[in-house]
């Protein structure tokens, strides 16, 4: 009868024999018949093609077995470095922790790695020393060596324990101490409290291969370790996303609290979703159960939304401190391979594997992935190919750089082109190393709003801010909000957003920034002869080194180094000494980096074109957006604060060198938003006839009219017709548009066609074109009235606010349109406004009247004969009466 559940991990450094461990804990419990090797490649839970090949764990696998009345869910992590983030995602589910270390190589960096990754996750910890069956494997000198290194309270148990047990567990807690004064001994539910409290740590000493003291670790475990106690409602922790052999996706949880069901409906507190099914694993093989308990780890399909880390039910989420790739390469696809087809595909497995980041270059259509190491590579190529059959290979690859401030600057973004305002102020400072970007509030309500800067901190979080040395993500950086202005109609969220990162790089662009790469942390062991090459190989590297022992010929080094020169080095090693010396390495965080000049110069980034990345500010004057530069900004902000009667900020006048007008490439995204704001929803864009197509006729050269400059030929008065704004802004229109925008134009034109001959005007009927590329402006007559499509980059907002303002004081112009932003502009401008259920008002009560005179008309006697008779016969036939 199984009276507790327990979930158990092994932990280790690479070739610890922590899989061979798993095996035997199998084996010796009676879950399986026959004892797998790794060397041959049938162990239990290395299923996976590349792991056998290899003979390394990639990805945590579970097992079930039990010991007396305890079942262990047995979870197997994997140990080499460039996995470490599939072992820590799995250590938020433990509930106590075997960490595997070979005697034959003692506790090396990772193991101490590992020992305060436990540490920080307050797990339990059982240590079994492996591969005792060595020789020269002296367990004294290993005990002793893992108290200096590990913790003076790891303390042999077991068969082996000493004589001296319970005076040597005394000395580690001064409950246990008062215990054993006061009965000579120590309960066994006193050290189940130390273990779990981490006050005390077991150890046993064996051989998984040869089953040696793996009896006596699962009676320690039934023994020592206790069942934690869980809520009575529903809470689980996701810890790894995975699919099965036919696409299913699978979200792989513990569950922490009360019980899940199948069809249960399940939050993180944002969504809610089904349990299809709950299936809970053991090695490659499943059972699907209707109902799980707290303490069961399982997999569940149905959950979409999921990812490693949420919390479900009462369960809170979890923010683990994950290891950063470091390295990066670009994809190559074969010949006839689309990589935007490719890219759906490859974002499911980075959705499984989150140390995998893929970045998307639009413009160079490449997938770049970046990793921690080459072992990776070979990760995702395998999976690509198994489940894709697709060949992929890699090219050289580069280093993951990163940029922060180097000492504190106030950033400005002022962002108000037309219809548009927002401004803020950013204060970025140094932060502290391996920290990234910290996000605070000093700005007061009183100055903006808590929902402003909600949304304003919102943005600023899930923006990607690039450093302006090499373009490289900005990381290790505090950046604090200090003040910001909002307009009640004109601001939007995108205003702030755009705002924000402009502050972001303005301040990036005026303060002293520095380049960083990333550095490993590594132990290298190497005869006492080759000292002095490696020494100097440190020292050319830009690395630290202490010599940290001497022991039988050969020397311990021990420092940091960057990757990027050291991350071939271990073959260099295996050259100069024969094979004999060995390299280990983890990441340990990032650094200035050591050849910075040269990095910047190789990249070849000019920040001040990056349009992506703007760091200039928008202002709007004199009828025109203008682009400030990031160095004039602040001069131009004081300069405009400084006039008086102005409830809303005005820009400077432009002085030439302070200004410029915006490129094409800024204007494309400063509107991005404006022509389907006007819309109300996007509507794809259908092929529009060109001016020699259908109805539409060519004006003559005396037809065109010019748009900046020059008086335009004919009647003074002019009628700007927003086209799309008033197509869907007309019922009949917007319902015709939506099968056919060409016929909802052509009618709308045909309307306006009519409407000039009733109104003694000139109409101009606008339409947009700025996201055609390379189109330029167009300008044709249809029957009586003229026809704009503006140019790429050029919305038919920003051309109606231009001609009016160029041309307000030479004609009588209005406007039709239902854009309130641009109603205030051209109000402001002093023109008439017309909105476009106005318009169509006007238009039908025009045709109405055409329509009643023309039927009075016909109302007349026509049926008579004198009715049809000119002036002049009417007068024959009255003087041929009256003789008559």
């Known amino acids: 009868m199984i009276v507790k559940k327990l979930v158990i991990g092994l932990v280790a450094h690479v070739d ?54 305890l079942q262990i869910t047995l979870l197997d992590t994997p140990g080499h470095a460039d996995f470490s983030a599939e072992m820590e995602r799995t250590l938020q589910v433990l509930d106590y922790a075997i960490l595997v270390i070979d005697s034959a190589e003692g506790v090396r960096g990772q193991t101490e790695a590992l020992w305060r990754l436990l540490a920080r996750y307050r797990l339990p910890v059982f240590l079994f020393i492996n591969k005792m069956d060595h020789m020269h494997s002296e367990k004294e000198k290993l005990l002793a060596a893992i108290k200096k290194q590990l913790h003076d309270c790891c303390l042999v148990f077991g068969r082996d324990r000493a004589g001296d047990f319970f005076e040597q567990a005394a000395m580690c807690d001064e409950e246990l101490m008062e215990a054993y004064l006061e009965t000579g001994e120590i309960k066994t539910s006193q050290l189940k409290a130390a273990i779990r409290e981490r006050k005390l740590f077991p150890c046993f000493f064996g051989s998984a291969l040869k089953l040696e003291g793996v009896e006596d670790l699962l009676k320690g475990l039934a023994q020592y370790a206790d069942m934690p106690a869980y809520g009575e409602k529903f809470a689980a922790r996701v810890f790894k996303i995975g699919r099965d052999d036919q696409g299913n996706r699978l979200t792989y949880l513990k569950i922490t609290g009360g019980k899940l069901k199948s069809k249960d409906f399940v939050t993180n507190g944002v969504w809610e979703e089904k349990v299809n099914q709950i299936r809970v694993y053991s ?23 999921t990812k490693a880390g949420d919390g479900l039910g009462e369960e809170k989420a979890a923010f683990a401190s994950m290891p950063a790739p470091v390295l990066i390469y670009r994809l190559l696809f074969p010949e006839g391979c689309d990589p935007r087809a490719m890219l759906p595909k490859l974002r499911r497995l980075e959705e499984e594997e989150p140390e995998l980041h893929l970045v998307w270059d639009s413009e160079l259509q490449e997938v770049r992935v970046q990793v921690m190491g080459e072992v990776q590579l070979e990760v995702l190529q395998s999976m690509i190919e198994t489940r894709y059959g697709v060949t992929v290979s890699f090219n050289t690859g580069g280093i993951v750089y990163k940029e922060a401030v180097a000492g504190p600057v106030e950033g400005v973004g002022h962002y108000a082109p037309a219809g548009h305002f927002a401004e803020v102020r950013l204060l970025l400072e140094p932060g502290e190393p391996g920290s990234g970007l910290q996000f605070t509030d000093a700005c007061s309500e009183n100055v903006l709003s808590k929902n402003w800067k909600d949304v304003l901190l919102a943005c600023l979080r899930e923006t990607e801010h690039r450093g302006v040395l090499t373009g490289a993500a900005l990381t290790d950086t505090k950046i604090t909000l200090v003040s910001g202005r909002v307009h ?45 090459r490696a020494l100097s190989d440190i020292e050319r590297m830009g690395g630290s080194c202490l010599i940290s022992r001497i022991e039988e010929g050969t020397a311990l080094l021990e420092g940091s180094a960057p990757v990027a020169a050291m991350r071939n080095y271990q073959q260099e090693v295996a050259a100069y000494t024969g094979g004999s010396g060995r390299l280990f390495c983890r990441v340990e965080g990032y650094g200035r980096c050591h050849n910075a000049e040269e990095v910047i110069a190789m990249a070849g980034y000019e920040a001040e074109k990056d349009t992506k990345n703007p760091a200039g500010s928008v202002f709007y004057e004199n009828g ?43 204007i494309e995204r400063i509107f991005q938003q404006t022509f389907y704001a006007n819309r109300k929803k996007k509507i794809a864009r259908r092929r529009r006839k060109t001016a020699s197509d259908g109805s539409y006729r060519p004006a003559s050269s005396a037809g065109k009219f010019k748009v900046v400059s020059g008086k335009i030929p004919g009647k003074t008065a002019y009628l700007l017709v927003d086209g799309y704004n008033v197509i869907y802004a007309w019922p009949e229109l917007k319902e015709l548009a939506e099968e056919n925008l060409e016929a909802a134009r052509v009618k709308l034109l045909d309307s306006l066609s009519k409407y000039q001959s009733v109104r003694e005007c000139r ?65 402001g401008a002093g023109c008439k406004v017309l909105s476009a259920q106005k318009l169509r008002e006007e238009i039908t009560a025009a045709n109405e009247r055409v329509m009643r005179d023309f039927r009075a008309g016909q109302a007349e006697d026509r049926h008579k004969l004198q009715a049809a008779l000119s002036p002049e016969k009417k007068r024959q036939l009255e003087e041929l009466l009256q003789e008559e």
């Open 763 to 827: 109409i101009i009927a606008v339409f947009d074109a700025y996201r055609v590329p390379g189109h330029r402006e167009e300008i044709f007559d249809y029957d009586k009235i003229h026809v704009v499509f503006t140019r790429e980059a050029q919305t038919a907002d920003y051309f109606i606010e231009k001609f009016t303002h160029t041309n307000r004081e030479k004609y009588n112009i209005a406007v039709a349109t239902s854009d309130s932003l641009q109603q205030m502009i051209i109000r």
């Open 624 to 666: 025109e957006n203008i682009l400030v530069g990031w160095e004039q900004v602040k001069h131009r902000l004081a300069t405009v604060y400084g006039r008086k009667g102005k409830d809303l900020p005005a820009t400077g006048k432009k002085q030439g060198d302070e200004a410029e007008r915006i490129s094409r490439e800024e």
């Open 16 to 69: 610890a024999g922590k899989t061979t461990l798993a095996e035997a804990l199998l084996y010796v419990s009676g879950k399986i018949r026959t004892l797998g090797r790794v060397d041959k490649r049938d162990t239990c839970l290395d299923h996976f093609g590349l792991e056998r090949a290899r003979g390394i764990t990639i990805f945590a696998k579970q097992a079930l077995l039990t010991v007396a009345d």
């Open 488 to 532: 009640a109609k004109l601001t939007t969220e995108r205003d702030l957003w755009e705002a924000a990162r402009r502050a972001v790089r303005q301040g990036l662009m005026e303060a002293k920034t520095v380049l960083l790469e990333p550095y490993y942390a590594y132990q290298l062991y190497v005869p006492e002869k080759a000292v002095g």
């Open 283 to 305: 090695g490659q093989k499943y059972e699907a159960v209707s109902e799980a308990e707290a303490g069961t780890i399982c997999a569940v399909t149905g959950l979409t939304q």
